[in-house]
């Protein structure tokens, strides 16, 4: 018999097994790094028997082919998520598997040490949310000094959208002149459709604000073909000029056989053209935060008017106490028979102590009533407070001071 000692081979891959069986799935591509685990590319993940991944040994060059096992249903965490406060992921997944809907949650701490989500890596419909990614986008031209804030502009009336537009009653026979920066304030912080789908076309329309997502590398997002459009589809409708005006679009909608309205939202919710992960999200706002999506002086002015947002008062505000700061932007869908499609909010929450964290809670598809779907909301966003709390606590009993980030 060959004793293991004397066989180094051996050795090594019974080592890299063992360590192999004490690492979370979730783990691995941070451990492939490190010891050159490779997944084939045309290997298929199986949620019963997990997926085929080879291990190559770069001491010895030996290669070898193991099962790993799948995730966890619904939980998705990165590859730092052993970090996350174990209360926490606990009462996420509470929340998340109580909800009486399909609901995803991503919450991330602000430096990107770690994220815990649950169904955060399925494409939820954005709605509103995706202002979000217009601002971004007049603010990185401002910073290529293509746009400036004080930019004055003239909305007409061919400029209106449907839903909702305060800014529609200001637009006369003349048009309404404002500028840039008053247009953004009012898409980001009154979730104003026609102010945003105009800035939308003033950087390039659909295109260009896909073209900044991927050129920033936000990851799952997508971006749809502006208010007017995506609303219509999503109510069985195609636009029509005269749908910006009064109950137009409305009546339109009333019209149409039942039929024809739930197909359609049945498409939407199935595949929404707007649709984005609640983990993507949380880390592109993550980055927005930490100034890598533009400059200092922009990420500080967007982040300001965030603060300042109306909307969503029993949302994610509700469950952040006095003394903490919020930049957020909500977003709601459709109606059709008691099922929304799309009631979202996700932002920034920053400590007292200076700690951020973002947090997407994204409700795709429910029959819930309004209450429980602000509930679950507001409960996330306690939720995150009390593990703050918690950690300050833990730190100053250890003597460990807590870091801003």
């Not at 970090?83 to 509470?94: I, M």
């Not at 602000?110 to 954005?126: A, F, K, T």
């Not at 537009?165 to 104003?192: C, E, F, H, K, V």
């Not at 509930?375 to 100053?396: D, E, M, N, W």
Request: with cysteine; net charge positive.
């Amino acid at each position: 018999m060959t004793s293991t000692a004397a066989n180094p081979v051996r050795l090594t891959i019974g080592i890299c097994l063992l360590t192999l069986a004490c690492i979370a799935p979730a783990e691995l591509p941070a451990f492939a790094e490190a010891a050159s685990v490779k997944k084939p590319a045309s290997a298929k993940n199986d949620q019963a028997s997990g997926s085929p991944m080879t291990l190559k040994l770069r001491a010895t060059g030996h290669s070898i082919s193991i099962m790993v096992p799948p995730p966890s249903p619904g939980l998705t965490m990165n590859d730092s998520a052993r970090a996350a406060p174990a209360e926490l992921t606990t009462s996420l997944r509470a929340l998340w598997s109580s909800f009486p809907g399909k609901a995803g949650i991503a919450v991330m701490k602000g430096d990107g040490s770690w994220m815990v989500s649950y169904r955060g890596d399925e494409p939820m419909p954005q709605q509103s949310v995706s202002k979000l990614w217009v601002s971004i986008a007049v603010m990185d031209a401002v910073d290529k000094g293509r746009l400036r804030l004080e930019d004055k502009v003239t909305l007409r009336r061919s400029d209106m959208t449907l839903f909702h537009q305060p800014i529609a009653s200001l637009i006369g026979p003349n048009g309404y002149t404002t500028t840039i920066g008053a247009l953004l304030q009012r898409a980001m912080t009154q979730s104003d459709n026609t102010a945003n789908d105009f800035l939308m076309r003033r950087v390039g329309g659909p295109t260009a604000i896909r073209d900044l997502i991927a050129s920033k590398r936000l990851g799952a997002i997508r971006f749809g073909p502006g208010e007017r459009h995506f609303q219509a589809a999503t109510a069985g409708l195609t636009w029509r000029p005269e749908y910006s005006s009064g109950w137009a679009f409305q009546n339109a909608r009333a019209s149409l056989p039942l039929s024809v309205r739930k197909s359609a939202m049945d498409k939407y919710v199935a595949d929404p053209m707007d649709g984005a992960t609640p983990a993507a999200i949380a880390r592109s706002l993550a980055r927005l935060k930490r100034g890598e999506l533009l400059s200092a002086q922009s990420t500080r002015y967007l982040l300001n008017v965030m603060e300042h947002t109306a909307t969503g008062r029993a949302r994610l505000k509700a469950g952040v106490p006095a003394g903490w700061k919020l930049a957020h932007k909500t977003g709601t869908g459709q109606d059709l028979q008691s099922r929304t499609a799309g009631f979202n909010d996700v932002g920034i929450m920053t400590a007292p102590d200076g700690t951020s964290y973002t947090v997407a809670v994204m409700i795709a598809d429910t029959k819930a009533p309004i209450s429980y779907r602000q509930r679950l909301i507001q409960q996330v966003a306690a939720t995150v407070v009390a593990s703050h709390r918690s950690g300050q606590f833990a730190s100053r009993s250890s003597g460990v001071s807590a870091s801003a980030n």
